[in-house]
């Protein structure tokens, strides 16, 4: 039987599908989160919005390099973990905003939102894990998405905290291990893509 290249190809669109539906969830969830955030003056909350549109953005750079040269793959990767690292320095300004600047967070605002931004990731997380061997912005994805799923259980804990003492102090620590989180995927991928590129 000739190779016609046809599985590779049914892989590629396969990808392709993936990575619309978790653009769509990541990007619905970045303007949800965003807006609960500064209701809830919640800087976990901002952080993990502004986490949904790197990973929103990190998607559709990996969508438009699916099925491309290893060249332009690899230069997503980068673009991305770029990215990841930027929004984790943001992140980290906007907790030292808040800080400066107080407001009392709503708890239970945070932990509701929260979990609807677990449910989202966890479906995320779930289907890219079906392509997570795959080329490096597979590989991103999935760190991103995992490292997104344990961002919001910290926004849920950090919510009840927030309950119970009566303190902004939670929520800005969250917002602390969030910009930590997504600063080190985004330096994960940029030392896997470095890596690459030498082997190239």
Not at 4 to 20: F, N, P, V, Y
Not at 165 to 194: C, F, K, N
């Amino acid at each position: 039987m000739s190779d016609c290249g046809c599985e590779l190809e049914a892989d590629g669109e396969s990808q392709r599908k993936t990575l619309r539906i978790v653009l769509a969830i990541n990007a619905a969830m970045f303007v949800a989160e965003i807006v609960a955030g500064l209701l809830a003056s919640s800087t976990g909350l901002i952080a993990d919005s502004l986490d949904m549109l790197a990973d929103a953005s990190v998607y559709a750079i990996s969508l438009y390099a699916v099925g491309r040269s290893s060249s332009i793959r690899h230069n997503a990767a980068t673009a991305s973990g770029v990215l990841q690292v930027v929004l984790g320095i943001s992140v980290l300004i906007e907790v030292v905003r808040r800080f400066v600047g107080g407001g009392e967070p709503i708890g239970a605002a945070m932990m509701g939102m929260g979990l609807v931004a677990l449910i989202a990731n966890a479906i995320c997380l779930k289907l890219i894990s079906r392509h997570k061997h795959g080329d490096i912005n597979f590989r991103a994805s999935y760190i991103f998405s995992a490292n997104d799923v344990i961002a919001n259980v910290g926004v849920i804990v950090s919510g009840l905290l927030v309950l119970l003492l009566g303190s902004q102090i939670p929520d800005l620590l969250i917002g602390i291990v969030i910009a930590a989180v997504v600063t080190r995927g985004g330096w994960q991928i940029l030392t896997e893509s470095r890596a690459e590129s030498k082997s190239m």
